[in-house]
């Protein structure tokens, strides 16, 4: 029998209760009723030091030379089979701490395969205002350069509390828990061979 499905949510919120982490929680809801199994990481509660930028002078390893607890996210990393990034926009753009953690990314970069290769992935973003699609692209992006899969459909965003939904009736949270699980599904045995 296959193991189960391991969905990785990185909440990249302060707020470990507030409309991120509520989004969030509710697509690793709707996963789980799939029959995945999920877990959520809050980046408030882990020491993320900022990147030093060793790449340009070619001394960027993995594992990274930042002793930090990047190093257990990595793990968590390669254990998910799909990976689910929210952020709340701050000014139009993602938050500090997503942008750490992206950041900080890099050095999976450096494995042959990285880690990403072929990890599916969906986002989802809040805002109070505007900005939650360039906090989406800002994810979006770097994700892609590092080797995950996007799936179609692939965000979920909020503005004040309320989920975008289009006149069709879509539930979004519960059309991106779907296509992640089924992509997931589809393209497991080949996560690492993408390189």
């Known amino acids: 029998m296959d193991r189960k499905i391991f969905v990785l949510g990185v909440n990249g919120s302060a707020r470990k209760n507030g409309n991120t982490a509520k989004l969030l929680k509710k697509v690793l809801s709707h996963v ?10 809050h980046l408030i509660e882990k020491e993320i030091k900022p990147c030093l930028s060793c790449l340009p002078e070619g001394k960027c390893t993995y594992p990274c030379q930042i002793k930090d607890d990047m190093e257990e ?15 709340p ?4 753009s993602l938050s500090g701490l997503m942008k750490n953690f992206l950041d900080r990314l890099t050095a999976q970069d450096m494995l042959r395969p990285p880690i990403l ?4 992935v969906g986002l989802v973003s809040t805002a109070d205002l505007e900005g939650s ?8 992006v770097p994700m892609s350069s590092m080797g995950a899969i996007v799936v179609p459909y692939s965000d979920v965003f909020s ?5 975008w939904r289009s006149e069709l009736g879509i539930d979004p949270e519960k059309r991106l828990a779907r296509n992640l699980f089924e992509l997931t599904k589809l393209v497991r045995d080949r996560q690492g061979k993408w390189f």
């Open 73 to 87: 996210i990595f793990e968590k990393l390669k254990k998910a089979d799909c990976i689910i990034l929210g952020s």
């Open 117 to 120: 290769d072929g990890k599916v």
């Open 32 to 41: 789980e009723d799939l029959g995945a199994e999920t877990e959520i990481l």
């Open 159 to 163: 503005i004040k509390g309320n989920v």
């Open 133 to 140: 699609l360039q906090a989406l692209t800002q994810m979006l």
């Open 89 to 92: 926009t701050y000014w139009y």
